[in-house]
């Protein structure tokens, strides 16, 4: 799947080695996302050499909130106060 590469509001897309190219395009902040990887952003001074940007795979940890606890406003609570002081980063209903 390919990345999705901005800059100064150019698009492009990675190929399938995760190369990308611009053409006559200045200087500004490089922004690459793909789904399942966390955003990156790096300043580019506009050298037509290569630039490297290395994405970190997005680590999803979930709990599951039951159709009791996602109804019932403590049960609910509770669970967001688990969340908020664990690794939890989403909810899965």
């Known amino acids: 799947m390919a990345a999705n590469v901005t800059v100064n509001d150019v698009a492009t ?3 399938e080695s995760g190369a990308f190219s611009f053409t006559a395009v200045p200087a500004g902040t490089v922004t ?3 789904p399942g990887w ?3 952003q790096i300043a580019w001074d506009g050298d037509p050499g290569p630039l490297e ?3 970190e795979p997005r680590i999803v940890r ?3 909130a039951t159709g009791y606890a996602a109804g019932d406003d403590d049960a ?15 909810l899965v209903f």
């Open 13 to 15: 897309a990675t190929d």
């Open 32 to 34: 690459v996302t793909r």
């Open 38 to 40: 966390e955003s990156a």
């Open 53 to 55: 940007v290395v994405l």
């Open 62 to 64: 979930a709990i599951r």
């Open 76 to 90: 609910f609570a509770a669970l967001l106060d688990l969340a908020a002081g664990s690794t939890v980063n989403a």
